[in-house]
């Protein structure tokens, strides 16, 4: 089979190779996937370049946790029924050595969902990782229904789908930020109420939305950027849910500030996310494609031989849509 791979952490041009790989076969528990797209997330192109000092676990990697396919094998202790089945995928390479960077992949059955007719597998592979951190992060802790909320960088890939999640699962009102004219556009569709620059005096402009109050619940994709505003536009009582802080990659806690807004911060890392929580958000995602009501943004489609280029792009950011890639 045609697959990507690496064997060193480094630079995408210098590490990544495209070759022949042999034919995965499922375990128990697992199936056999034929992947006709791959996703390129910004964990993924962190782990080849070894952000965090991350070691490589395995001699070699096919890189890559989301994607879209068709079930053609199915292991010990799983229906045969689910053969022929398309499937999004979720945390392919979590733990393992082979992701989705392949035309074949082998996970466990749990990893690979239905995916329904009227999704596309390129709109399929957007799902995964961005999509469940999103439901999570407006589902937990009792959920935004009725209560303001302000999604930061609501054009990002969470962000997108974290805008379509607020509104679906009853917030009253909801604000997104952005970086430019483009991302306005792309907010403004996935559902937010209004948009600010996220370079303006967002807690003055976002007490014209939510009033002297504050937010209930912000979405958090910058923490240590945006930490001192963040506590700015909260209510007391409120939460932060934070996914990632890469300019800031070790914030300072304000304590006092964050003390008399009684405040619960959490960290929300899809990959650890108890079992229990990690099915709500499946079932939630589930549910809203059954319904045809989440949109997918998609920026760009490489092909499986320009895999670095795909991880460069994700480096470089700007790209407004996800990155993915089609496995012929």
Not at 10 to 17: C, D, T
Not at 277 to 286: D, F, N, P
């Amino acid at each position: 089979m045609r697959a990507a791979w690496f064997e060193r952490k480094g630079p995408a041009a210098e590490v990544l190779r495209v070759g022949e790989l042999t034919e995965p076969q499922p375990a128990a528990g697992e199936v056999l996937v034929r992947v006709h797209a791959s996703a390129v997330n910004p964990s993924d192109v962190k782990f080849r370049a070894g952000a965090r000092g991350m070691d490589m676990p395995f001699p070699r990697i096919v890189p890559h946790q989301d994607g879209a396919g068709e079930i053609i094998a199915t292991g010990a202790g799983v229906s045969p029924h689910r053969q022929g089945q398309r499937v999004w995928l979720y945390m392919a390479q979590w733990q393992r050595w082979q992701g989705t960077a392949a035309q074949y992949t082998v996970l466990p059955a749990a990893r690979a969902v239905e995916l329904p007719q009227s999704t596309s597998y390129l709109e399929g592979a957007c799902l995964g990782i961005p999509a469940l951190t999103a439901y999570r992060a407006l589902d937990c802790d009792g959920g935004v229904e009725g209560q303001n909320v302000l999604v930061q960088g609501g054009s990002g890939a969470v962000g997108f789908y974290a805008l379509q999640f607020a509104r679906q699962l009853g917030a009253r009102r909801i604000i997104a930020t952005v970086g430019g004219a483009r991302q306005r556009d792309i907010a403004l569709s996935a559902g937010a109420d209004a948009v600010i620059d996220r370079r303006a005096d967002v807690p003055a402009e976002l007490a014209a939305h939510f009033g002297p109050a504050g937010a209930d619940r912000i979405i958090e994709v910058a923490l240590g950027a945006n930490l001192a505003s963040d506590l700015e536009c909260l209510r007391a009582g409120g939460s932060i849910v934070a996914f990632a802080s890469d300019a800031k990659p070790e914030p300072v806690l304000p304590f006092g500030a964050a003390l008399y807004k009684d405040l619960r911060l959490r960290c929300l890392l899809i990959y650890l996310s108890p079992e229990a929580e990690l099915r709500r958000a499946i079932e939630g995602v589930s549910h809203a494609l059954q319904a045809r009501t989440l949109r997918h943004n998609i920026a760009h489609v490489f092909g499986l031989e320009e895999i670095a280029a795909a991880h460069e792009a994700q480096e470089r950011g700007g790209s407004l849509g996800k990155l993915l890639l089609r496995i012929d």
